[in-house]
């Protein structure tokens, strides 16, 4: 969820702020909850995980509005940290959650591969810190959403396990790097009429994070009633 524009009442990319915003309001809320709620149950590390991506995903969605309102199109560099910090995160999440053996190794040697190729990628060019690098966010989106699509899969008529958050995540993922893929923030901004694509992505990181908020209602009761 990156915002590129000016803000100012007469702005007519407002409204894309004003709804970004209250995305990054929802995340905090859902972080806490989750942080308050690891406190008082008995916990694993796939929970720890998720906790812990929570948390640096409000961090870099922080900065990245602040970037984005003192200085607009300065934090394209930010999707970088965003999309690397949250593959590494998900990735070993997935890998806890996954049960089969083959599809554990899978998750390894995914990320493996993506590693070493991002990191030519960046060897070669180190202006693609400073640009939007399609083949890292392309990778990654279609990797994460390779993974929800399996663990959904895998829960199919079972107890729901972090089964909002899946939908939540793959729905998002999807939409993101569509945007994303673009490459070039012009295409995503039209000026007569104005239009600011950006703002649905924010609408699709609302859903993501209503997702979250029903998932940690989800985990909530299912510990009550455990108890």
Same mark, same amino acid.
Request: aromatic share 24%.
């Given at each position: 969820?990156?915002?590129?524009?000016?803000?100012?009442?007469?702005?007519?990319?407002?409204?894309?702020?004003?709804?970004?915003?209250?995305?990054?309001?929802?995340?905090?809320?859902n972080t806490l909850l989750f942080v308050y709620l690891k406190k008082n149950i008995a916990t694993n590390i796939t929970f720890n995980l998720l906790v812990v991506f929570l948390i640096s995903y409000f961090i870099i969605e922080f900065i990245c509005n602040i970037l984005g309102f003192l200085k607009p199109a300065s934090n394209i560099f930010v999707s970088?940290?965003?999309?690397?910090?949250?593959?590494?995160?998900?990735?070993?999440?997935?890998?806890? =959650? @996954?049960?089969?053996?083959? /599809?554990?190794?899978?998750? &390894?040697?995914?990320?493996? %591969?993506? !590693?070493?190729? +991002?990191?030519?990628?960046?060897?070669?060019?180190?202006?693609?810190?400073?640009?939007?690098? =399609? @083949?890292?966010?392309?990778? /990654?989106?279609?990797?994460? &959403?390779?993974?929800?699509? %399996?663990? !959904?899969?895998? +829960?199919?008529?079972?107890?729901?396990?972090?089964?909002?958050?899946?939908?939540?995540?793959?729905?998002?993922?999807?939409?993101?790097?569509?945007?994303?893929?673009?490459?070039?923030?012009?295409?995503?901004?039209?000026? +007569?009429?104005?239009?600011?694509?950006?703002?649905?992505?924010?609408?699709?990181?609302?859903?993501?994070?209503?997702?979250?908020?029903?998932?940690?209602?989800?985990?909530?009761?299912?510990?009550?009633?455990?108890?």
């Open positions: 969820m990156f915002n590129f524009f000016t803000i100012n009442m007469d702005n007519p990319f407002l409204i894309g702020f004003l709804i970004s915003v209250l995305g990054l309001f929802l995340l905090l809320i970088h940290f965003a999309f690397n910090i949250q593959f590494l995160l998900l990735s070993a999440f997935f890998y806890k =959650l @996954f049960n089969q053996n083959g /599809i554990k190794k899978m998750v &390894i040697v995914a990320y493996v %591969i993506y !590693i070493i190729i +991002n990191g030519l990628l960046y060897f070669l060019r180190p202006q693609l810190f400073w640009e939007f690098n =399609l @083949f890292e966010i392309s990778y /990654i989106s279609f990797a994460i &959403i390779g993974y929800t699509l %399996i663990h !959904i899969y895998n +829960n199919l008529g079972e107890n729901k396990k972090y089964f909002y958050f899946t939908i939540g995540l793959s729905t998002y993922m999807l939409s993101s790097s569509l945007i994303f893929l673009t490459g070039n923030i012009e295409l995503v901004f039209y000026e +007569n009429p104005y239009i600011d694509i950006w703002v649905f992505n924010s609408l699709f990181f609302i859903v993501y994070q209503i997702l979250i908020f029903k998932e940690w209602r989800y985990i909530r009761q299912v510990n009550a009633n455990n108890n």
